[in-house]
């Protein structure tokens, strides 16, 4: 699904590189988290599953695909295979719940049926069954993300990455939402999680990838956030 | 791509740079308009200038015989053709010539209605009516003189003109009036295009969140910036539509219904010559901001 060989970035104007030498695979169907304290290089990971930037050194395959040589006309073709998740939910405020989540259907240039159809499917899915026409100003935090991962969710893409998702969350919606992660990883989704909330890694006993420095320094099945922090 | 999805977004862009788009209109429509202006005014020096302006120098009307009467200089009557042979020997003997046409007064009717198709002076002249002539190509346009002085008063020789003379200076003026126009209309152009690229920076900064989902959800680029383009586009297009009014209303108010009037002598151009230039200020006026819109989005749209 996902592998990482030797793979180094650095940004123009950084000394340090954001990744130095990370070689990993992740499975089909695998749940992993990704921890590591702010500028070990988790973001650069993602970013770099995402397409968003191309790695300096080595090579990072996604879906099967050698990303370096992935042409930029392609990229949206690759993306509309995973589903993305933020900590900042990234909704539209003029949208209703029901728009936001047909809005991302409507631009990959899915049918009005085939959107009238999946819409409530997804919201369903995610337990906003019937919000359809809320604004997301007037959800509360919790359910904001669940729009946001019914969005990233309703193309049913084979690999859902998610950067802290419950970062702006406290510790019981936060249970919500990743029993919602948990349940769609068992659809036979990949998820990649980065993510600060000790809690949740300890309880979760999924993979475990830390990164430090832009090195990845533990790489643990059923593993825990970690003991120094 | 769903059309509609696509327009409600231009709709919204459209109104939400109201200001900004005004001015993309207006100074589309203004430099539009000057483009416009300035290749119907060429147009028309090239309606003026007849069929022998960029041919010869000087003419050498020949005595017709209507002249007879009216013209002293033709007292003794038609040219005959021995005087007619003895100015053409004269003619190519002189240094100063370099070619020598001679027009009849049939090729001159012919090119006479030609000149002067559309308009009601066409028909109120014959074929009889009309002088015979030498038309004369110089090596150095400036040495007229020589041939004034050479033939003026001459038996059969109505009248030496310097073909020049009469409209050099109204084409100067039009000219430098052209020339003037086309400097106002690069400077609006590139005010057109300035406002352009500015319009949609700002509409891709104010849509920043928007486009970013789009991206991320997999959109692809052509679906991202269409909105943008045609945004450009439509404004552009009403921008022309407003050029066009301007000429059209020119040529109406202006040609027609003033100068036309006060001057009949002069063959103005034609709603012919109108028509021709419309679509090309249409396509100019869609394609530029489309083109601009689309380097923009290069720069501040990342896919």
């Known amino acids: 699904m996902i592998r990482f060989d030797n793979v180094s970035k650095s940004y123009p104007k950084q000394n340090r590189p954001a990744l130095r030498e990370v070689s990993l695979e992740i499975g089909r169907g695998e749940f992993v988290f990704l921890v590591g304290s702010s500028g070990s290089g988790k973001s650069t990971f993602l970013r770099l599953i995402l397409r968003e930037e191309r790695a300096s050194h080595g090579q990072v395959h996604v879906l099967g695909k050698d990303l370096a040589r992935l042409s930029n006309w392609k990229v949206p073709h690759m993306r509309r295979q995973l589903g993305t998740v933020f900590q900042d939910f990234r909704l539209l405020a003029n949208k209703t719940v029901g728009e936001n989540v047909a809005f991302a259907l409507e631009v990959i240039g899915k049918s009005r049926g085939q959107i009238r159809k999946t819409v409530p499917e997804v919201l369903d899915l995610v337990g906003l069954g019937g919000k359809d026409d809320r604004m997301p100003g007037e959800l509360s935090g919790g359910e904001q993300q669940r729009v946001a991962i019914a969005r990233a969710f309703a193309n049913r893409p084979m690999l859902l990455i998610a950067d802290e998702p419950t970062g702006n969350l406290d510790p019981q919606t936060s249970v919500g939402i990743m029993k919602l992660l948990d349940r769609i990883n068992r659809t036979g989704t990949t998820v990649v999680m980065a993510t600060h909330d000790q809690q949740i890694v300890d309880q979760m006993r999924k993979r475990v990838v830390e990164l430090e420095m832009g090195r990845l320094v533990r790489d643990q099945s059923r593993g825990v956030y970690g003991y120094q922090h | 791509m769903r059309a509609q999805f696509v327009l409600s977004e231009i709709g919204v862009g459209l109104r939400r740079n109201l200001t900004m788009t005004f001015a ?98 066409a028909d109120s002249l014959t074929p009889d009516q009309m002088q015979e002539s030498y038309r004369v190509k110089l090596k150095d346009p400036t040495k007229y003189r020589v041939l004034q002085t050479a033939f003026s008063g001459r038996q059969g020789v109505q009248e030496v003109q310097d073909q020049r003379s009469l409209l050099e200076n109204l084409f100067n003026l039009l000219n430098g009036m052209n020339i003037a126009a086309l400097c106002v209309m690069a400077l609006m152009l590139v005010v057109a295009l300035l406002l352009i690229v500015n319009t949609v920076r700002v509409s891709a900064f104010s849509r920043r969140r928007e486009t970013g989902i789009m991206r991320l959800v997999g959109a692809s680029s052509f679906y991202i910036q269409m909105p943008f383009i045609l945004e450009a586009a439509i404004a552009g297009l009403i921008g022309a539509g407003f050029a066009c009014v301007l000429l059209i209303g020119g040529k109406y108010f202006l040609i027609n219904n003033w100068l036309q009037e006060k001057i009949v002598l002069i063959n103005f151009i034609g709603w012919d010559a109108v028509v021709k230039v419309l679509p090309l200020i249409i396509a100019v006026g869609v394609l530029m901001p489309a083109v601009a819109a689309f380097f923009t989005l290069r720069k501040y749209l990342k896919v």
């Open chain 2, 24 to 121: 993309v209109i207006v100074s589309v429509a203004l430099s539009l308009a000057l483009a416009g202006g300035s290749l119907l005014a060429r147009e028309q020096v090239s309606t003026m200038k007849g069929y022998w302006y960029d041919k010869v120098q000087v003419s050498i009307y020949l005595c017709n015989k209507n002249d007879a009467s009216s013209d002293p200089n033709c007292a003794k009557g038609a040219v005959t053709a021995q005087q007619k042979k003895e100015i053409k020997t004269d003619l190519d003997k002189l240094d100063v010539v370099e070619r020598v046409y001679h027009e009849s007064a049939d090729d001159a009717y012919k090119h006479y209605k030609e000149q002067f198709k559309d308009s009601p002076l």
